[in-house]
């Protein structure tokens, strides 16, 4: 039971971790890099959220904000200019998350912050303690990958994406301002990225490299999954499962690293990923 | 063909001197055409003529590199797509032309900026193609080729186009359905005035629907005229290989 909650949660945390890089990569067709570097941001939005003495909770919505506004003004400034150059604009994005991680350690130095406890203390579950945190992070990875749902498939800006994912010639040539398109998602999945920033502080250790690891899993499961999140969904409850029975029976470190054993041998195998499933 | 439909003058399409192309080639070399406001021209040609390339540079889908182009005595040279279609030009394109996993209302709703103009548009396209109605749930990619072509064009007259830019819709129909065909166009012209700029190799459809005509080779207007006693003949010999 214990191991059950152990993946769910572990699925969850790449879930909330991967699915702004998802958004990114089906619209505008590039892996951005600098996806690590908002989680970042997003973390030190707890870090001075708790410096100014605000609810740690409020840096969920700050987070965002931040992250969206930061990402629209890169998208506008860095990729929108290189949008014909796709594997320079890939090339952009690395850059751009050293400078932020560079900018973040001028600013805050090169020390392992401390942020606020969001939640702490365990949960009573068939008689053993659960960190009740984890079991935020679960909820909070349904709530995002519902409203997700809800905006890609409800809403006119999710109707827009999907036709630029599938054909964007077509969507042009029907009068979409695909270039709007592409900014407003960008910004979504930047403000994903803080947000999920903030939700990984009681989980991890917060320094100006911390969105690195992250990435490469991140990236990895975007990889399996194609531009589908339901696949996304799929790929984080399979790797998280892997991860975490590797790290519980054979060794954490090799737990570590099963993320991209994995998706390397999937994509070996079936080089379309999950999104075929 | 109303009367108070202006013949010559600014109004409509003009294009002078049009070139485009991909790259270092050059496809459409010095293009000069003109649709008048409410007038259907077929433009015909061999493959690899250019004629689809012309159709996107209208648009602005493809670069102009030389050349002007004006609709209704206004120069569009140079604006995007979104700007086009918002000044009223519609498309119906050839290759990938539908959102093949989306349902048929939602190929239908990216005609338009806003679905607050949904339920009024799809009532009009409804009257040329009523079997639509039924299956707006209907993955378009499910659809037969007439039916997919009969949906392209309804997601062309959706915004209520002032010019139709329409790409061999008759490519690889029944008869039957390129009547359908023929008969929605010449209703949507008969009512709203509608100008076209139909590209084909359907001889047959073309001399039905079409007012004018011009034959494309290599890039440039080889001939031109009107659809009569002659037509048939002189654009035969274009299309003959």
Known sequence: MLLLLDILTTAAILFVVAIGLLAVFGVLKIINFAHGAWLTIGAYCAVVTGKLGLNPWAALPIAFVVGAALGGLAEYVIIRPLYRRPLDAILATWGLGIVVGQLITLAFGRDVQLTPNLLSGTVEILGTGYSAYRLVALVAALVIGAVFALVIERTRLGLSARAVIMNETLARSLGLDTARVRLVVFMIGAGLAALAGVLLTPLTSVDPTMGVGWLIGAFMLVMVADTSFLALAAACLVFGAAQVLVSTFVSPVLGSIAVAVLAALVLRISPKGFSRA | ?241
């Open chain 2, 1 to 241: 063909m109303p009367e108070t439909t202006q013949r010559d003058g600014t109004g409509g399409l003009v294009l002078d001197g049009v070139s485009s192309g991909y790259g270092a080639v050059a496809i459409v070399k010095g293009v000069s055409l003109r649709v008048g406001p409410g007038e259907i021209v077929a433009l015909l040609g061999k493959n690899g003529m250019g004629k689809t390339t012309l159709l996107k540079t209208i648009l602005g889908l493809v670069a102009l590199r030389a050349g002007s182009i004006a609709i209704d005595g206004r120069s569009v040279a140079g604006l995007s797509p979104a700007r086009l279609v918002a000044l009223g030009i519609g498309y119906a394109p050839q290759e990938q032309p539908l959102f093949q996993d989306l349902s048929i209302r939602d190929n239908l709703r990216l005609a338009l900026a806003s679905d607050r103009l949904l339920p009024e548009a799809l009532d009009r396209v409804f009257g040329h193609f009523p079997f639509l109605k039924d299956r707006l749930a209907q993955r378009a990619g499910t659809l037969s080729g007439g039916e997919q072509k009969m949906l392209i064009l309804a997601r062309a007259l959706m915004l209520r186009p002032r010019l139709l830019l329409i790409d061999e819709i008759s490519e690889g129909l029944q008869p039957s359905v390129v009547d359908r065909i023929a008969a929605a166009l010449t209703a949507e012209r008969a009512a709203s005035g509608t100008a076209m700029l139909i590209v084909e190799q359907n001889l047959g459809f073309a001399l039905k629907v079409a007012d004018r005509w011009a034959a494309l080779k290599l890039g440039e207007i080889d001939d031109e005229g009107g659809i009569d006693g002659t037509a048939r003949e002189r654009i035969l010999g274009h299309l003959s290989v």
